[in-house]
Nanobody, 117 residues
């Protein structure tokens, strides 16, 4: 069974770059038929899709975040990475890594990120 584990700093200062890693087990991020993405949920708000990377390595982004978001992968470590530049308090949220495959999604447990000054 696939497992996704998010990791990264819980606290980030404004204007810094946030970097989160999703470590995948039980599936390969290069296997056909799946996409690997990031979703975040600010406190009291609905989840927001941030972007994804497919098995060929092509990335797709939420237009509202595209200018400061980058999703990449390390196939040797079976990891997917999210980077977001110029963070602000509005970026405080629980960040989730997820797999989309065959019409279904599987999420990690999420990691809290707080942007504070």
């Amino acid at each position: 069974q696939v497992q996704l584990q998010e990791s990264g700093p819980g606290l980030v200062k404004p204007s810094q770059t946030l970097s989160l890693t999703c470590t995948v087990s039980g599936d390969s991020i290069t296997a056909n038929g799946a996409v690997w993405g990031w979703i975040r949920q600010p406190p009291g708000k609905e989840p927001e899709w941030m972007g994804a990377i497919d098995t060929s390595g092509s990335s797709y982004y939420n237009p509202s975040l595209k200018n400061r978001t980058s999703i990449s992968r390390d196939t040797s470590k079976n990891q997917v990475t999210l980077q977001m530049s110029s963070v602000a308090p509005r970026d405080t949220a629980v960040y989730y890594c997820a797999r989309g495959k065959e019409g279904r999604s599987h999420w990690g447990q999420g990691t809290q990120v707080t942007v504070y000054s």
